[in-house]
Antibody
Framework: EVQLQESGPGLVKPSQSLSLTCSVT????????WGWIRKFPGNKMEWMGY???????SYNPSLKSRISITRDTSKNQFFLQLNSVTTEDTATYYC????????????????????WGQGASVTVSS | DVVLTQTPPTLSATIGQSVSISCRSS???????????LNWLLQRPGQSPQLLIY???NLESGVPNRFSGSGSETDFTLKISGVEAEDLGVYYC?????????FGAGTKLELK
């Protein structure tokens, strides 16, 4: 059974970078897609982006200039970095696994985040 | 981005009651490949989100069959046939047809 666990600082100062790690057990990150989603105070959810089994990435355009998702396959971990944070980035950050299938021509198609970590609460404050 | 509008925002139910949650999309979620990538998740208090239904009506493994999903194009419904205590929490619809993925605002299911 796949398990995902987020870790990282719970408090970040404005203008600095937020960095989180997602450690995955029970499943290889060289398969599937691996993403980050955040939940703001008040329940609003935002999809941030993912890194695929091949290492390609896709980001939410609203974050594209500030976000980076990378991975370390030897440790079966993937990472989120969000630069130039403000108080509006205060949220609970979830890592998740993305399910996908192949079209007949071999093109992969991601379609849902099917397993989630417990979440990491991050507050941006001076 | 696609806007998903969930109603009602809050739902009060008794144990055993059947309830429905609506999710309406600002544009059709029918993909060019013929599939519709509208999913439902439940976040119980203090827990992470859990996938219930994917691609409109497919029940995720391990999810009780009192949950069912239906709909097409822009109108979708999650039905719970006989609410149980463990069903309480916030339900989200989310779409993966059009990038970026987007979520509804959530429907909180509570006991009456």
């Amino acid at each position: 059974e796949v398990q995902l666990q987020e870790s990282g600082p719970g408090l970040v100062k404005p203008s600095q970078s937020l960095s989180l790690t997602c450690s995955v057990t029970g499943y290889s990150i060289t398969s599937n897609y691996w993403g980050w989603i955040r939940k703001f105070p008040g329940n609003k959810m935002e999809w941030m982006g993912y890194i695929s089994y091949s290492g390609s990435t896709s980001y939410n355009p609203s974050l594209k200039s500030r976000i980076s998702i990378t991975r370390d396959t030897s440790k079966n971990q993937f990472f989120l970095q969000l630069n130039s944070v403000t108080t509006e980035d205060t949220a609970t950050y979830y890592c998740a696994r993305g399910a996908y299938f192949y079209y007949y021509d071999g093109t992969p198609r991601y379609y849902v985040m099917d397993a989630w970590g417990q979440g990491a609460s991050v507050t941006v404050s001076s | 981005d696609v806007v998903l509008t969930q109603t009602p925002p809050t739902l009060s139910a008794t144990i055993g009651q059947s309830v429905s949650i609506s999710c309406r999309s600002s544009q059709s979620l029918l993909d060019s490949d013929g599939d519709t990538y509208l999913n439902w998740l439940l976040q119980r208090p203090g827990q992470s989100p859990q996938l219930l239904i994917y691609s409109v009506s497919n029940l995720e493994s391990g999810v009780p069959n009192r949950f069912s999903g239906s709909g097409s194009e822009t109108d979708f419904t999650l039905k719970i046939s006989g609410v149980e205590a463990e069903d309480l929490g916030v339900y989200y619809c989310m779409q993966a047809t059009h990038a970026p993925d987007t979520f509804g605002a959530g429907t909180k299911l509570e006991l009456k």
